[in-house]
Antibody, heavy 122, light 110 residues
């Protein structure tokens, strides 16, 4: 069974930085496209960004609210996905989920991690 | 405000058939596949329907998806108490060049 496990989030002050990781078990990510999706407390789902496989160019795309502040990367040798979050704002407070992209789709979120809570507050 | 529009709530009694709508535009639902997700409180979303009407393995055939023009629907037949959850639709938006979600529908089984 495939499981995606995000690293622990935490409490960060506005303007601060935090890096999340996601390490799937039961799945080698080398050919996978991967995404991050977030959910503010009591709110709906919001796409954060996506990274394609290196074989497909490793292209990264971001949602407008995080573009220029967040960076998605991957280390296929460590089978790990990352989300570097900089210049954090209070409205970045959310549960962050890593997901695999459904094979054959350019974005469809397939398998999801349990999520990790990031709180941005002074 | 979400790009895709869903009713905030829906309800039904056990055994009933319930549908949840998802309304969009030609830049999203009208031109791209729709996905549906099921989310129980405190847990991660789960893929329920992809490409308008395809079910991943393990999803009961009580769940079905359809679409017409710029709208899509999720139907749940033979409603069960364990279907009580939030349901989200999603689609790629050509104008935004990103996936977009509906605001979610909370399904209550009476």
């Amino acid at each position: 069974e495939v499981q995606l496990v995000e690293s622990a989030g935490g409490l960060v002050e506005p303007g601060g930085s935090l890096r999340l990781s996601c390490e799937p078990s039961g799945l080698r990510i080398i050919n996978a496209w991967l995404s991050w999706v977030r959910q503010a407390p009591g709110k709906g789902l919001e796409w954060v960004g996506r990274i394609k496989s290196e074989a497909d160019g490793g292209t990264r795309d971001y949602a407008a609210p995080v573009k220029g502040r967040f960076i998605i990367s991957r280390d296929d040798s460590k089978n790990t996905l990352y989300l570097q979050m900089n210049s954090l704002r209070t409205d970045d407070t959310a549960i962050y989920y890593c997901t695999t992209v459904l094979v054959g789709s350019r974005w469809g979120f397939h398998l999801w991690g349990r999520g990790t809570l990031v709180s941005v507050s002074s | 405000q979400s790009v895709l529009t869903q009713p905030p709530s829906a309800s039904g009694t056990p055994g009933q058939r319930v549908t949840i709508s998802c309304s969009g535009t030609t830049s999203n639902i009208g031109n791209n596949y729709v996905f549906w997700y099921q989310q129980f409180p405190g847990t991660a979303p789960k893929l329920l329907i992809y490409n308008y009407n395809q079910r991943p393995s393990g999803v009961p055939d009580r769940f079905s998806g359809s679409h017409s023009g710029t709208s899509a629907s999720l139907a749940i037949s033979g409603l069960r108490s364990e279907d009580e959850a939030h349901y989200y639709c999603a689609a790629w938006d050509d104008n935004l060049s990103s996936p977009v979600f509906g605001g979610g529908t909370r399904l209550t089984v009476l």
